[in-house]
C-alpha cells in the first residue's frame, strides 16, 4: 500500500465548525482514510470522531460502509474523467494525446483521492471486496467506451493495444509519484507519452 509523504494530519473539524454539510466532511473523511488504510482498515467510528459526529449520524448520510466506498467512488473519483471523456466523445478529430494529458492534470490536482484509488484497486484485486466488481467492470468499461471513439491516430495505429498501454503506464506513474510526491505527475507522464507516441510517426497527433 502506498502512503503520502506528507505532514502529520489533523483531525477534520464538525462539519458545523468549518461551514460544511456533514454528507461533504463524512466524504472528505472517508477518502482520506481509505487511502491511508483501506477498505479493511477504515472504521465507521473513527471516521464520525473525525468529523464531530456519531456512528449513526454518518450511516444516517451513508447507509453503511459498504455505502460509503460505493458514494466516493462514485460521486467523488469518477466524475472528473468522466467529463473529459464526454468532451472527447464530441469533438471532431479527438486529440488521445490531449485527452491522457487532461485526464492527467485533473489527477495532479487531488492526491488524496489517486491515493485512495489506488489503494482501493489494489485491495480490490480479492474477488470478495465490496469493490471488486467495480474495479472489474470499470477497466472493461472504460476500454470499450475508448475504442468507440474516432481517435486522430496514425494510420498503422492499434487502439485497443494502444489504449491497454497508455492506462498501464498512467497507472504506474501515479503509483510512483504518491511514493515520490516531490515530482510533477505531468512532467512524469510527459516522458511516458513520447515513448507512447514517437516522434516522427505522430507528428501532427500530439
Known amino acids: 500500500m502506498t502512503h503520502l509523504h506528507r505532514q502529520p494530519s489533523t483531525p477534520i473539524l464538525s462539519a458545523r465548525t ?6 461533504t466532511a463524512i466524504l472528505n473523511a472517508a477518502v482520506v482514510s481509505f487511502g491511508e488504510r483501506g477498505y479493511y482498515g477504515t472504521s465507521l467510528q473513527k471516521i464520525a470522531n473525525t468529523v464531530g459526529m456519531t456512528k449513526p449520524g454518518v450511516l444516517h448520510h451513508v447507509g453503511s460502509k459498504a455505502g460509503l466506498l460505493e458514494i466516493v467512488l462514485d460521486e467523488i473519483y469518477d466524475p472528473g474523467t468522466e467529463s473529459i471523456m ?3 466523445r464530441m469533438t471532431d478529430r479527438p486529440n488521445l494525446a490531449r485527452m491522457w494529458r487532461e485526464v492527467v492534470a485533473i489527477n495532479a490536482q487531488r492526491p488524496e483521492q ?3 484509488f489506488s489503494t482501493l484497486d489494489a485491495e480490490a484485486i480479492d ?15 472504460l476500454l470499450e467506451e475508448m475504442v468507440r471513439i474516432p481517435w486522430y491516430v496514425p494510420e498503422s495505429t492499434n487502439i ?3 489504449l491497454q498501454a497508455g492506462f498501464s503506464m498512467m497507472d504506474g506513474i501515479q503509483l510512483r509519484w504518491l511514493r515520490a510526491p516531490e515530482h510533477d505527475l505531468n512532467e512524469m507522464w510527459a516522458e511516458c507519452e513520447a515513448e507512447l507516441m514517437p516522434m516522427p510517426l505522430w507528428k501532427g497527433y500530439r
Open 18 to 23: 468549518k461551514g460544511v454539510d456533514s454528507r
Open 86 to 88: 464526454e468532451h472527447f
Open 114 to 116: 489517486v491515493h485512495m
Open 127 to 141: 474477488p470478495r471486496h465490496p469493490a471488486h466488481e467495480y474495479f472489474r467492470k470499470r477497466d472493461q468499461n
Open 160 to 162: 485497443e493495444h494502444l
